[in-house]
Structure formats: structure tokens, C-alpha cells
């Protein structure tokens, strides 16, 4: 091998690297956000779903499942896959809707905030710390 095409090499190695690694990183490469917008940051989507951990009192196994191989029905790994639906991931999202629409229809004075981010009605008002709400 020539020095040129070491060269080369070294540096479509470094590259592939580098985008490899930027296309991680890039907001809106969520999969199914059905709900929350597409453009959300890893930093604004972690701090929700701990927000609703917090609030109902679960972990993130709550809603996600674990993930699969692709031959078998068992989970493989201890690993989540926040791409897969199930139905308690669906009433999730009716949930986030509900809150959403309420905040929107009653509270939503300020139209430089997103809904979404609004925090006056939300999973703690009905949950507190509970997984399903109580009925007092």
C-alpha cells in the first residue's frame, strides 16, 4: 500500500467516523413521536419523561418495552426499544393530549410557548405519584 493510499484511507476512516457520529447526535431523529414535535432535543425529551416517571411514580418500563431479537418473542436484552407501541405507550399518549389540550384551551396566554412545554396542568395534577389516577 502507497503512502497516498493510506492516506486515503486514514482519512474516509476519520470521516465515516465523524459522520457516523453526527448523525447520532442530531435532534428530531426520534423515532414515532407521535405527540411531542419532531424537532425536540434529547435534553427537552429526557426532562419530560422524567417528569412523568416522577409524577406516576414508574420507570421508563412502565410504557417501553424491551427490546427484541428479530427471531424471538423474548426479549433479548434488558435494553428498551422507545420506538415499539404497545397499548399503555398508546394511553400515554392520549394522556399527553388531554394535558396538551387543556393547557392550550385554558392557559395558553403566551404563544411563544409550545403546549407541549407548558407546565400548569399536568400528569402530577391527577396522578401525584400514583401510576393510575386516585379517585378521592
Do not use: W
Not at 24 to 43: A, H, M
Request: charged letters at 25%; one cysteine or more.
Amino acid at each position: 500500500m502507497t503512502i497516498n493510499q493510506k492516506t486515503t484511507l486514514l482519512i474516509t476512516i476519520i470521516s465515516l467516523a465523524i459522520f457516523g457520529t453526527a448523525a447520532t447526535l442530531t435532534p428530531g431523529k426520534f423515532k414515532n413521536l407521535k405527540v411531542l414535535p419532531q424537532d425536540i432535543s434529547e435534553r427537552q425529551l429526557d426532562s419530560i419523561m422524567q417528569s412523568y416517571d416522577k409524577a406516576l411514580n414508574v420507570s421508563c418500563d412502565f410504557c417501553h418495552v424491551q427490546k427484541k431479537d428479530m427471531f424471538s418473542i423474548a426479549p433479548v436484552t434488558r435494553e428498551l426499544d422507545f420506538s415499539i407501541d404497545d397499548s399503555m405507550k398508546e394511553n400515554a399518549r392520549k394522556m399527553i393530549r388531554l394535558t396538551i389540550d387543556i393547557n392550550k384551551t385554558y392557559f395558553y396566554f403566551d404563544s411563544t410557548v409550545k403546549p407541549e412545554y407548558l407546565n400548569v396542568v399536568r400528569c402530577n395534577t391527577c396522578h401525584r405519584g400514583n401510576p393510575f389516577p386516585v379517585n378521592d
